[in-house]
């Protein structure tokens, strides 16, 4: 790929598409449009290289401290957390959170151990951690981050149970993990402006050339588009604002992107985008996709402290040794998941990621064992996969951690079918617990949710018409990538509420498709009055 965004035009005949180089080629422009600025790829390799790093060098240790080499499990689990976790917008603050991390998984860790023989009051503990984890989200994302890492450090005292005396080896796997986090984080896969540019600007390219390919009808092909050139335009504008690129050069990037944009989805590209070239030592912008929503927080924090009394109550009823399951199940599906039909959507994804997990973990479990290195091997590559589709499909990200259990379990030698059948039956039950607290406490219907994003996205083409009116080109573009956003939402919501089957909700979501066009041909208008 060229380092612009070349000519884009469709095959010639569709015979070439049975070539063996155009099948290659489809599938990595299907991988390259998925993932704009290679962030997904970057967030695998870290997790993945966090984790052998935290594994291998506690390992090393322990063998000379004759410490369990299970607690290794802490390091690794705050180097992944920490890569996924923390999202400040500056460098700067995402080291400073790194070393937050520390303390504050350590004191989780300690007061973990401390009750994990006391029932009632690591019972209590858990849901109070449950909720807590949720509602600091709104004080931003340093807080949410360390609020996860010291929910995970808990987990992990009471799944494990360390001794006292073993403590401090618990504490020397989190220092290792914060280590390696931080040295992969910054060292070995650290953020580069003009890589991030070239990589998002080759998704664009990508996405075009399928929705081309695909002649313009295909939804999923659009929305690929949409988020390609929506992503493209925030790296060009994070990096005005950091001054890595003067605005007129940004504006005239955004106006060629915008351009690039709709000549696709009418078919015909024919643009050439000269990239600029950027200084790697100037700060990088870090663009933040999940802005904070105190209410959104607050709602999930009590939802989730009710779906995992249930789940408790359920899975302690069920095991009495993996009771935790069934609580993390309903704890996590409130992520991302604003209203009861995303909430169910999660839920479903889950069972069945886990249901298809424990059919091919079990399968290559028994295949691999007993070579424990290419188990091994297996499970860091699985971790990379798992994160690698947590945006874009949680069923496979679930697929690929049912896998990873398996293979640990075997590495460990306590591999048995029936624990990851029980984990299905505790997985099951801490889902559904999920989805009647969400529609049950505090319910946010999906039809109301979606009627909202659609008023939002009503509200920025008025906003594109006004900027029109004043010809103001700048802030015409500005407001065009507001509608996108919206409408991205929107796409979302959309497809939460045909899979929720709530009163109405068909023709909600023909309206919404109308919306939808309505935002193209607003494109159209505005590229028509600029040029």
Not at 135 to 144: C, K
Not at 498 to 525: M, N, Y
């Amino acid at each position: 790929m060229p380092r612009s965004l070349a000519d884009v035009r469709p095959p010639p005949h569709p015979e070439i598409l049975r070539s063996p180089e155009s099948f290659t080629r489809l599938i990595w422009l299907h991988i390259v449009s998925t993932d704009p600025g290679a962030a997904r790829f970057r967030t695998a390799l870290r997790v993945t290289s966090g984790a052998a790093g935290a594994l291998g060098a506690f390992t090393a240790i322990a063998v000379r401290m004759q410490a369990p080499e299970s607690l290794a499990m802490f390091g690794v689990i705050i180097a992944m957390v920490g890569q996924v976790g923390i999202t400040d917008t500056r460098e700067a603050d995402q080291r400073r959170t790194w070393l937050w991390l520390t303390p504050a998984a350590l004191a989780s860790a300690a007061f973990g151990a401390g009750i994990a023989a006391l029932p009632l009051a690591r019972d209590a503990a858990f849901l109070t951690f449950a909720f807590a984890t949720i509602f600091v989200r709104r004080f931003g994302p340093r807080a949410g981050a360390i609020a996860m890492a010291s929910f995970m450090a808990f987990f992990e005292a009471v799944v494990l149970r360390p001794h006292p005396a073993a403590l401090p080896a618990v504490a020397l796997s989190i220092g290792i993990g914060v280590l390696t986090g931080v040295f992969v984080r910054f060292v070995i896969v650290p953020e580069r402006s003009s890589r991030t540019l070239r990589w998002t600007a080759r998704a664009l390219t990508a996405a075009a050339e399928l929705h081309v390919r695909a002649g313009g009808e295909s939804p999923r092909q659009q929305r690929r588009l949409l988020a390609a050139a929506l992503a493209m335009d925030r790296e060009v504008a994070a990096l005005a604002e950091t001054g890595a690129l003067t605005s007129k050069r940004a504006h005239t990037l955004r106006t060629a992107i915008l351009r690039y944009q709709v000549a696709a989805e009418d078919g015909v590209v024919s643009a050439n985008i000269p990239l600029p070239e950027l200084d790697d030592r100037a700060p990088v912008p870090i663009v933040n996709f999940h802005p904070t929503a105190p209410a959104l927080f607050t709602r999930q924090a009590v939802q989730a402290l009710a779906g995992a009394a249930l789940a408790l109550a359920a899975g302690e009823f069920l095991s009495q040794d993996h009771w935790y399951w069934a609580v993390l199940a309903a704890f996590v599906v409130f992520n991302r998941a604003p209203t009861v039909g995303h909430t169910f959507t999660r839920a479903m994804a889950r069972i069945g990621g886990t249901m298809l997990g424990v059919v091919l973990g079990i399968a290559i479990a028994r295949a691999t064992w007993p070579h424990t290195h290419v188990e091994l091997a297996l499970l860091l590559v699985g971790l990379g996969a798992a994160y690698y589709f947590i945006i874009v499909s949680y069923l496979w990200t679930l697929v690929f951690f049912t896998i990873c259990l398996a293979l640990l379990y075997s590495m460990m030698g306590d591999f048995s079918p029936n624990v990851l059948y029980l984990r299905l039956g505790l997985t099951t039950v801490g889902a559904t617990a999920g989805v009647i607290a969400a529609a049950l406490i505090l319910p946010v219907r999906t039809s109301p949710f979606v009627a909202r994003q659609e008023a939002l996205v009503f509200d920025g083409l008025a906003d594109t018409f006004g900027a029109l009116r004043d010809g103001s080109a700048p802030k015409v573009i500005t407001a065009l990538r507001q509608v996108d956003a919206a409408v991205a939402h929107l796409i979302d919501g959309r497809d939460a509420l045909r899979r929720s089957h709530e009163r109405w909700s068909q023709p909600l979501a023909t309206t919404v498709d109308c919306t939808i066009r309505l935002s193209e041909r607003l494109r159209r208008v505005a590229i028509a009055r600029m040029t």
